[in-house]
């Protein structure tokens, strides 16, 4: 016969049972405690929160029934699947449950008036209300991919006008350059005209008037016709000559009349000569012939006059 237990024995193992009760008591709190956490988590979170079991909905989030429009009870242990992703994606979903992909992953979401949506999706494989579910976090993209296709578009628009403007300004280049090749044809014409201009004159000077001029030399002339003639061949050398206008430029403090004495000095004329030629006193040809040695920077030297105007070409 099986030995009845003593008193002692009996108390021991009551509290043995009271302790295994109050674990489980723990357990079971801790578990409801947990399950309270999420809930409140996946309410306060602005993503639609999921569980499933198989496919079967077993609690979410109120974002997740406002995201697809159902209410609680039309979802509760249905196939999630089936009526919240599009006909395409039913399939796509269903590999990746089963080859146990986490996401995040893009898939097409459908709503309960069959609007359909671009949404992504994570997943984390956890325990709740006593089974392995998955829960799958599941945002709306359809913001985000209207702020990209907004940025795209703008993109474009800019690369758009930074094409065209760089058209614009390419245009504008070689107009410019078009113009800047036409006014150097037009500058080197000018310069070949003056040039051609003043060799005309130059040799029409020479053989149209100098000849003559130097007959009229020859003859018997009176002083006052000789002054003439030589007034008449100075001018034609201040003209055919660039003597004058480089003295000008050069020389830029020299007066009208210290140029024309100096070019009749080039010329080989005395101060009497010059006299004659200007209708001038002597002494006043001495005094434009001194200004014009200091203004030259000959004052105080012995470099003839004469030698240092024909240096100046």
């Known amino acids: 016969m099986d030995r009845k237990p003593t008193y002692e024995e009996l108390e021991l193992r ?23 956490k999420c809930r409140l988590l996946s309410e306060g979170t602005f993503e639609a929160v999921v569980w499933h079991h198989k496919g079967k909905i077993i609690e979410a989030n109120k974002q997740y029934y406002e995201m697809f429009g159902y209410k609680p009870e039309e979802l509760t242990k249905k196939d ?14 269903r590999e990746q449950i089963s080859s146990g992909n986490l996401g995040p992953y893009e898939v ?24 392995i579910t998955r829960m799958a976090a599941i945002r709306d993209l359809t913001e985000r991919n209207q702020a990209e ?68 030399k020859k003859t018997k002339l009176d002083e006052q016709q000789k002054t003439i003639v030589s007034i008449i061949e100075s001018n034609l050398n201040e003209i055919t000559s660039p003597f004058a206008r480089k003295m000008s430029q050069t ?26 030629i200007m209708n001038l006193s002597p002494r006043t040809i001495y005094n434009h012939r001194k200004n014009i040695r200091k203004k030259l920077g000959l004052e105080n030297r012995k470099t003839n006059l004469r030698s240092h105007l024909l240096s100046i070409h």
């Open 14 to 36: 009551i509290k043995e049972l009271e302790a295994k009760n109050l674990d489980r008591k723990l357990i079971e709190d801790s578990l409801i405690i947990s399950e309270e």
């Open 80 to 93: 999630a699947i089936l009526l919240t992703a599009s006909p395409d994606s039913v399939k796509f979903m």
């Open 108 to 131: 097409v979401g459908r709503k309960k008036d069959g609007t359909e949506f671009p949404m992504e999706i994570r997943v984390k494989v956890m325990e709740h209300k006593g089974k």
């Open 149 to 216: 296709e907004e940025l795209l578009k703008t993109l474009g628009e800019l690369d758009n006008r930074v094409k065209q403007r760089t058209g614009e300004l390419m245009i504008q280049k070689n107009n410019l350059d078009e113009a800047n090749i036409a006014l150097k044809v037009l500058l080197d014409k000018r310069r070949e005209d003056k040039k051609e201009t003043s060799d005309n004159l130059l040799t029409n000077v020479k053989e149209l008037i100098a000849p003559y001029l130097e007959k009229i």
């Open 251 to 276: 020389y830029l403090n020299l007066t009208p009349v210290e140029i024309k004495v100096a070019n009749l000095i080039r010329h080989g004329n005395n101060s009497k000569e010059i006299s004659d």
